[in-house]
C-alpha cells in the first residue's frame, strides 16, 4: 500500500466507522467500537492535529486524552509492531501530563500559539513526528489494521 492510499484507507475507513455511531464518539456510544477501531482512529486524529499544529494543537482540540492517555501508545508499541513511534508517543504523554491542566485550559490565540515557545519538547515531538514516523508509520497502521480486521 502507498503513502497515498493509506492515508485514504485511515480516512475512508474512520469516516465509516464515525458514521456508524452517529458521527462522533461519545460516552454513549464508545464500546460500540473494537480496540482496533479505537486506535485507527486515534491515529487519524493524531495525524490530522499534528500534520495541522503539532502535539499542542491535538492536546488544545481536546484530543490528549484519547489518544496519549489510552491504549493506544503501548498497543502501538506492543501489538502493532511500531516500538519507535510507541515510544515517541509514550514521550508525549508524559510532557502532557506534566502540563495537562495549562496545556488543556481555554485560551486566546495569542495564548495558544505562544505554547509552541513555552512547550518546546512538545513542539519537537511533533516535528518529530512528521519528520521521522509519518511516512512510513501512516502505511504500516492502515496495512496493520487492514489486515487484521478483515470485514
Not at 484507507?9 to 464518539?25: A, C, F, P, R
Not at 495541522?52 to 482540540?61: E, P, S
Request: with cysteine; hydrophobic share 30%; glycine share 8%.
Amino acid at each position: 500500500m502507498t503513502y497515498q492510499e493509506a492515508v485514504e484507507y485511515i480516512n475512508h475507513t474512520t469516516d465509516t466507522m464515525l458514521e456508524s455511531v452517529g458521527g462522533q464518539l461519545t460516552e454513549q456510544n464508545i464500546g460500540q467500537l473494537n480496540l482496533d477501531q479505537h486506535c485507527l482512529l486515534a491515529y487519524r486524529y493524531l495525524r490530522d492535529e499534528v500534520m495541522q499544529g503539532g502535539f499542542i494543537q491535538l492536546i488544545q482540540n481536546g484530543y490528549g486524552p484519547y489518544v496519549l492517555l489510552g491504549p493506544f501508545p503501548m498497543l502501538m508499541k506492543k501489538q502493532w509492531g511500531l516500538k519507535d513511534f510507541g515510544q515517541l508517543l509514550f514521550d508525549v504523554a508524559r510532557e502532557y501530563k506534566k502540563h495537562r491542566d495549562a496545556l488543556e485550559a481555554d485560551k486566546t490565540d495569542d495564548e495558544f500559539m505562544a505554547q509552541y515557545e513555552q512547550y518546546e519538547t512538545l513542539n519537537d515531538y511533533g516535528d518529530d513526528y512528521i519528520d521521522d514516523y509519518e511516512e512510513n508509520v501512516t502505511p504500516a497502521i492502515a496495512e496493520y489494521y487492514k489486515t487484521n480486521n478483515q470485514q
